[in-house]
């Protein structure tokens, strides 16, 4: 069975930063996606990055493009997304998900309908 595991969440004032990490267990790790989504209670949930892994190729939502970036260690199978330049409206439950992609995806990367492999999630509030 597919294990995520991430950390990393917090309270921060906005302007602040983060780092949020997601450890994937059981599951393929080369080749394949890892995301970050986010979610608020009554909101569908949000593509917020993705990489692809073993490859490098990124995707970003518009929204956080130029504060946060997303990277990985295949050699401990985390991925991690760094988080800068917190706004409150970053304030969220985020996910980690994990699928079979390729660098052609496209948006499809930033798309929960495309992942079937989740974390628990982790909470992330930005006080302004």
């Known amino acids: 069975q597919v294990q995520l595991a991430e950390s990393g969440g917090g309270s921060v004032q906005s302007g602040g930063s983060l780092r949020l990490s997601c450890v994937v267990s059981?599951?393929?790790?080369?080749?394949?996606?890892v995301a970050w989504f986010r979610q608020v209670p009554g909101d569908e949930r949000e593509g917020v990055a993705a990489i692809l892994i073993g490859d490098g190729k990124t995707w970003y939502d518009d929204s956080v493009k130029g504060r946060f970036t997303i990277s990985e260690d295949s050699a401990v199978k985390t991925v991690y997304l760094q988080m800068d330049s917190l706004k409150p409206e970053d304030t969220a439950m985020y996910y980690c998900?994990?699928?079979?992609?390729?660098?052609?995806?496209?948006?499809?990367?930033?798309?929960?309908?495309?992942?079937?492999?989740w974390g628990q999630g982790t909470r992330v509030t930005v006080s302004s």
């Open positions: 059981r599951y393929p790790y080369l080749s394949n996606c």
């Open positions: 998900a994990v699928d079979v992609c390729t660098a052609a995806y496209g948006w499809a990367a930033l798309s929960y309908h495309e992942y079937e492999n």
